[in-house]
């Protein structure tokens, strides 16, 4: 799906259609007022008041009959530039118009598109004609807050897109329709997997067993791939004095990020945004020698940010979750050992996961920018060049990106490609000289003297919150085996007469912990068969008179037609196999 936003000749087309929107509600709604219609990534959308009107699916059939009749009118689209009396006088009836003039600086050039009896303030740009709009479509309506703010009036808000031929449309509207079918929070719900709930608060969703299944069996996955990377597992707590993030030096640069401080005893809290701080801490912990370094503190990390409520979504994106966080301390001598260690463990994942479409990106500081960047020119050139040569000796393709690194050192992210929507920072290493410095951190080197050691910070999954969005999205919800909540599922054909054998079949698997259950409800088989397809469980046991009289099962595959016969013992074996080296199987997807 193209990013319309970014796109030279789709971004003025659908800025156009967004104008052409409001001109029709405009003549089917003379008292609409008018917010905002900006180009998003895939398409448009415009802000309205109605005056207490809700928009319909009716609404909407009404609404683009009326563009398509403006689009033959086929009206010239022209820019006007005027001055801030002019606008104020020109847009004196409607609140939301004034309040974007009051907002605007004294000196700010004001430009505003007409096109037949339809102005709108504008900066642009726009196409020539309407006539240019005829491939578009309103793809969906809600409500939207003015501003955002939910103690101010409540909008209507209509989306929409518009492309120059008929067939990248259609193309776009079957992708819409691929995401809505891949959307976690759709697939979530549908296999209960998490939930949300307002009196327990907005962005803080709450892991159903399922949910919490897939959860755990990843937490132990990554946890065992540290470990044998050398890494301590650590627990520390979601709160910390607001002291702790004015020395890492959060508090300055992150504070509009965080819950609000909370006065105990005479002490300032906060929930904490990220753990770093408190593995500062750990460290500080003991004197450290230059024999016990690298140190790899790991941690599942529950974290708290405050996210604007029209920003949340599902799981992806929300207020707390959990990071798969880890914070090497290194010599500057083994950075490019423990920077290989990380690249080789992320893609070591990514193999066994099935990710195949990521990119790397390489931040590097701007030399020129004196004021941005820690300023130790010998430090930023070591670590630039030790990255740079990993990536090199290891064989990886990655991109230079010249100034987007942070203050405190350069970092590799990968770039995940979704199935559905814009690229996403999946895992992450940055380098740091600062934090250490400003924790007082230190070690003895060999020749006795105190040295400050070097921060990786490093996450493999992000969040595991988003991960797990992200992987629903990518499997449509038909997890590998050894993730799915329910991995066998046993329907005896005759409730009463098979029972007894789906019974023991059932106590078998799980003996060998694979998590099974017994579908022995007074239903017909292809009901039964038809829900566990839609449940997305990866086996499917039928077990009649045959299977009884053979010890043997007959099992379909989810997304497959075809039934395979295996003695029990072997079918167990199988399965243990298949969940023990989490292999990856093709699998026809709904």
């Known amino acids: 799906m193209k990013n319309i936003r970014e796109d030279k000749d789709l971004m003025p087309l659908n800025h156009s259609c967004a104008h052409l929107l409001a001109q029709a509600v405009k003549h089917l709604y003379p008292q609409a007022k008018f917010w905002v219609g900006p180009v998003i990534d895939d398409g448009f959308y415009y802000d309205m008041d109605l005056d207490g009107q809700v928009i319909t699916d009716e609404d909407i059939e009404k609404i683009e009959k009326e563009m398509k009749r403006l689009v033959k009118d086929g009206k010239k689209i022209v820019k006007h530039i005027i001055t801030r009396e002019e606008a104020l006088s020109m847009f004196h009836d409607d609140p939301y118009k004034l309040d974007l003039i009051s907002n605007m600086k004294e000196d700010t050039e004001i430009s505003c598109y007409t096109q037949g009896d339809f102005t709108d303030l504008c900066r642009g740009p726009h196409v020539d004609s309407v006539k240019e709009l005829k491939h578009f479509k309103l793809t969906k309506f809600s409500g939207a807050y003015f501003k955002g703010d939910s103690k101010n009036k409540m909008l209507q808000r209509i989306y929409g897109v518009c492309y120059r031929s008929e067939e990248e449309l259609a193309e776009h509207l079957k992708l819409l329709e691929e995401a809505k079918l891949r959307d976690h929070r759709k697939i979530g719900k549908e296999l209960d997997i998490f939930t949300t709930n307002d009196l327990v608060g907005k962005g803080l969703p709450m892991y159903l067993p399922n949910g919490y299944i897939i959860w755990e069996e990843l937490e132990n996955y990554i946890k065992g791939k540290e470990k044998k990377r050398g890494y301590h597992h650590v627990l520390t707590p979601p709160i910390g004095n607001v002291e702790l993030y004015k020395t890492s030096g959060h508090w300055d640069h992150y504070k509009d990020n965080m819950f609000p401080k909370m006065e105990v005893e005479g002490e300032e809290f906060v929930l904490r945004p990220m753990n770093c701080p408190h593995h500062m801490m750990i460290y500080a912990n ?7 370094l690298p140190i790899r503190i790991g941690e599942i990390a529950r974290d708290c940010r405050f996210e604007a409520s029209g920003a949340l979504k599902g799981i992806e994106r929300v207020r707390t979750f959990c990071q798969n966080d880890a914070h090497l301390f290194v010599t500057k001598e083994q950075i490019g050992e423990e920077f290989k260690n990380v690249v080789q463990l992320i893609l070591e994942v990514y193999e066994e996961l099935g990710i195949k479409d990521y990119h790397f990106e390489l931040s590097l500081r701007d030399k020129e920018d004196k004021v941005k960047y820690h300023d130790d020119d010998e430090m930023w050139d070591m670590a630039e060049d030790t990255l740079r040569h990993v990536l090199d000796e290891i064989g990886i393709e990655y991109k230079e990106m010249i100034g987007e690194a942070a203050f405190y ?6 770039q995940v490609k979704p199935a559905i929507g814009p690229e996403i920072t999946l895992s992450t290493c940055q380098l ?13 080197d060999r020749d006795g003297t105190k040295k400050t050691p070097v921060v990786l910070h490093r996450a493999v999954f992000g969040s595991i919150d988003r991960f797990i969005a992200y992987y629903l999205e990518e499997t449509k919800g038909a997890l590998p085996t050894w993730l799915s909540p329910v991995q066998v599922n046993i329907i005896p054909v005759n409730s009463e007469l098979h029972n007894s054998y789906a019974k023991e079949v059932e106590e078998l698997l799980k003996e060998e912990g ?3 259950e017994v579908d022995d409800r007074n239903e017909k088989l292809g009901y039964r068969m038809r829900e566990a397809q839609t449940r997305k469980i990866p086996y499917n046991l039928i077990l009649g008179e045959k299977e009884i009289e053979n010890r043997t099962v007959s099992y379909r595959l989810h997304g497959e037609q075809e039934t395979t016969t295996l003695e029990l013992t072997s079918f167990v074996s199988m399965i243990v196999e298949e969940i023990k080296t989490k292999k990856l199987r093709k699998k026809k997807q709904d």
């Open 286 to 292: 003991h004197l450290h020698s230059y024999r016990d």
């Open 409 to 414: 050192g350069p970092k590799l992210d990968v």
């Open 432 to 444: 740091d000289f600062c934090l250490p410095m400003k924790f007082d951190l230190t070690y003895v």
């Open 514 to 516: 694979v998590r099974c």
